[in-house]
T-cell receptor, first 114, second 113 residues
Framework: DTAVSQTPKYLVTQMGNDKSIKCEQN?????MYWYKQDSKKFLKIMFS???????INETVPNRFSPKSPDKAHLNLHINSLELGDSAVYFC?????????????FGPGTRLTVT | AQSVTQPDIHITVSEGASLELRCNYS??????LFWYVQSPGQGLQLLLK??????LVQGIKGFEAEFKRSQSSFNLRKPSVHWSDAAEYFC???????????FGRGTSLIVHP
């Protein structure tokens, strides 16, 4: 059983479109995250939710909107896609909102904007 | 704010050889430190972490890392590399009230047979 799953794995779309990436974790964790990994492999936190409440919102354009319908899901919706949004997006989860709590990562969604 | 540097973009070793991946951090107090591995097409997996106590930390898959405060380093080691260790390795540092670590740019490990 996959602990943290993301769909789709690959997403190719044109500039200006709106797309969503879904994330689900079956670990019973309270905290979920979205990271962006750029072409140089730098990994940066975008959002974090704890018990469905937004607790971290880094300097991310308003075109990105996370939604957590329940503790097991954290989806990422992106409006008006731009070329610079091309990256690999990782979802992760941890047992709780604590620095000692190991993060479990999903396999990533490779987004290509043309 | 904390930062982390992985000076080597690529490292090539022969199978069976020893490995050391370098990581240097910048932070005024004692940080908490992590090493993650990312296999091709996969998400990141935690290898080991250091918060306090013994400065030599054992992790999964036969890896270990040593925290050296005087050198601001947290280098990852493995005595004998296997072909399946070929992957991207990320060092990360967390500090203070932040529960989100800052990641380095990664070191790509290539293993020759």
């Amino acid at each position: 059983d996959t602990a943290v799953s993301q769909t789709p794995k690959y997403l190719v779309t044109q500039m200006g479109n709106d797309k969503s990436i879904k994330c689900e974790q079956n670990l019973g964790h309270d905290t979920m995250y979205w990271y962006k990994q750029d072409s140089k492999k730098f990994l940066k936190i975008m959002f974090s939710y704890n018990n469905k409440e937004l607790i971290i919102n880094e300097t991310v354009p308003n075109r990105f909107s996370p939604k957590s319908p329940d503790k097991a899901h954290l989806n990422l919706h992106i409006n008006s896609l731009e070329l610079g949004d091309s990256a690999v997006y990782f979802c992760a989860s941890s047992q709780e909102w604590d620095r000692d709590s190991e993060q479990y990562f999903g396999p990533g969604t490779r987004l290509t904007v043309t | 704010a904390q930062s982390v540097t992985q000076p080597d973009i690529h490292i090539t070793v022969s199978e069976g050889a020893s490995l050391e991946l370098r990581c240097n951090y910048s932070y005024g107090a004692t940080p908490y430190l992590f090493w993650y591995v990312q296999s091709p097409g996969q998400g990141l997996q935690l290898l080991l972490k250091y918060f306090s106590g013994d400065t030599l930390v054992q992790g999964i898959k036969g890896f270990e890392a040593e925290f050296k405060r005087s050198q601001s380093s947290f280098n990852l080691r493995k005595p004998s590399v296997h072909w399946s260790d070929a992957a991207e390795y990320f060092c990360a540092v967390g500090a203070g009230g932040s529960y989100i670590p800052t990641f380095g740019r990664g070191t790509s490990l290539i293993v020759h047979p």
